[in-house]
């Protein structure tokens, strides 16, 4: 590839297998631009992080600002002022329960975070037996080792479960392909007691935690089970003194359409997740929520035996007072929701067009489609069709960046969001519309041939 500088020698970093990429230039509002001048919309807020957008002018300010007095302190020699307000802001636009915010460089260790806190609670009540968590499969939870345990993705990771504890799993809920004559609350109810039945299997006082994302992201597209699901999971974890972790890094800071999506459901988890929404991509954070019953106890026992070199970093925290200021001063939480629910239908009227969509899911401005063999079973198509990346590249090339990934080779077809930053408009949603037309009639005729040959 090309480098910045503008030589032809291969780039000095590395990063995942990536189809060859141009050098970005510059970002304004849901837009980015290459070096040569193309533009593209970011119609996934990059990996559902830029929820305001790109360009922030308050977002730059408040960096500056930030910088001239003190970039940096340690956590253990100093409080600081833009950490201290934040997570008070934090506190006071969540749920009734939530009053104390550990921060994070970003979301796998806001997840870990959650995991480290959970199980020193649970040694500090005297349930030192309890350390088994158990999540959904497919799920993704982060790459570290102790989330990547947690990410059920067996295929994808498998070169390091020597290196891993191997936590326990149960199925994701996918709903919609379901038995047939079973309605969608039976089968939302089938899968949520799936939980009672793995904690009975694994010993209950084994078992610390349940995590799972209130709103699906990256390994099932969006996925969100009825309403159901979520009182039933919350009753589960009650009745065995299970904690529930809900990973918001996705989902959460609005991007649903309500700070936190478990929201929409009026069910609280007992520590929370939260990342990328959180400072928009200007700078890395996340953060851990939970109570003070759970804190409280664990400084009682010791304190808690955790910690980050840029834990509560004041630059990162007052980026995250910016970005938060923008989300309430300027509705984009209530945008998000107008806005989905416009993406939403338009998105529902491609699968009159294109049979090969499985189902259209998600809240707000996090939105998904998988694209399969059968709508009716859920059947994905060939592996070797490579779906996934097809189309994203199809939509890449005409100016349109979608998210895509296939979890567990592709067991569940081939997954998609669409989920732009909060600040969108209909006319945009008109563009991002039209642009991904355009690459699923490319996609079309090699879907269906491959759905054909069986």
Not at 30 to 38: N, P, R, S
Not at 46 to 53: D, E, L
Request: glycine share 10%; proline share 6%.
């Amino acid at each position: 590839m090309t480098t910045p500088s503008g030589d032809n020698n291969p780039s000095a970093m590395f990063f995942w297998p990536t189809p060859e990429r141009p050098v970005v230039d510059r970002g304004e509002g849901i837009y980015l631009w290459d070096q040569d001048g193309k533009r593209y919309i970011d119609g996934s807020s990059g990996p559902q992080t830029a929820n305001i957008g790109h360009g922030n002018v308050r977002v730059r300010e408040a960096m500056m600002a930030q910088a001239e007095k003190v970039s940096y302190a340690f956590r253990s020699h100093f409080l600081n002022e833009p950490a201290e307000l934040l997570a008070k802001e934090i506190t006071e636009i969540t749920p009734a329960g939530f009053d104390q915010v550990f921060f994070s460089s970003g979301g796998s260790e806001a997840v870990e975070t959650c995991i480290k806190l959970a199980r020193q609670y649970a040694v500090s009540i005297g349930q030192a037996t309890r350390y088994k968590i158990i999540s959904r499969l497919p799920s993704y939870h982060g790459t570290t080792l102790g989330a990547l345990s947690l990410t059920g993705d067996p295929g994808g990771f498998s070169i390091f479960a020597p290196m891993m504890v191997n936590q326990p799993k149960i199925p994701a809920p996918f709903c919609r392909y379901r038995r047939p004559g079973q309605t969608e609350d039976e089968a939302a109810l089938e899968y949520a007691n799936a939980l009672a039945s793995e904690i009975e299997n694994q010993g209950p006082e084994t078992i610390l935690a349940f995590i799972m994302e209130p709103i699906g992201g990256a390994a099932t597209g969006a996925l969100t089970a009825p309403d159901v699901y979520y009182h039933r999971i919350r009753e589960i974890c009650d009745q065995y003194g299970v904690l529930l972790i809900f990973d918001e890094v996705m989902s959460g800071a609005g991007r649903s359409g309500k700070y936190l999506a478990a929201e929409h459901w009026g069910v609280t988890a007992d520590l929370v997740a939260l990342a990328k929404g959180l400072a928009s991509g200007y700078i890395p954070l996340g953060a851990c929520l939970t109570s003070r019953k759970i804190v409280g106890t664990v400084e009682d026992a010791g304190g808690f035996n955790h910690g980050h070199t840029y834990s509560a970093s004041p630059i990162a925290c007052a980026v995250g007072r910016a970005v938060l200021a923008e989300h309430l001063d300027n509705d984009l939480i209530g945008n998000a929701a107008r806005m989905g629910a416009v993406l939403k239908g338009r998105l529902e009227g491609l699968l009159d067009e294109f049979e090969f969509i499985g189902e259209v899911r998600g809240r707000g401005l996090l939105l998904g489609f998988d694209v399969i063999a059968d709508r009716t079973t859920g059947r994905p198509l060939p592996p070797a069709l490579n779906a996934h990346i097809r189309l994203a590249q199809e939509a890449y090339d005409r100016g349109l960046i979608i998210y895509s990934r296939r979890m567990m080779g592709g067991v569940r077809g081939d997954n998609f969001l669409v989920s732009p930053p909060l600040i969108v408009t209909e006319d945009q949603i008109d563009e991002i519309m039209d642009l991904l037309i355009q690459a699923l009639r490319a996609f079309a005729p090699d879907a269906r041939a491959a759905i054909k040959a069986g």
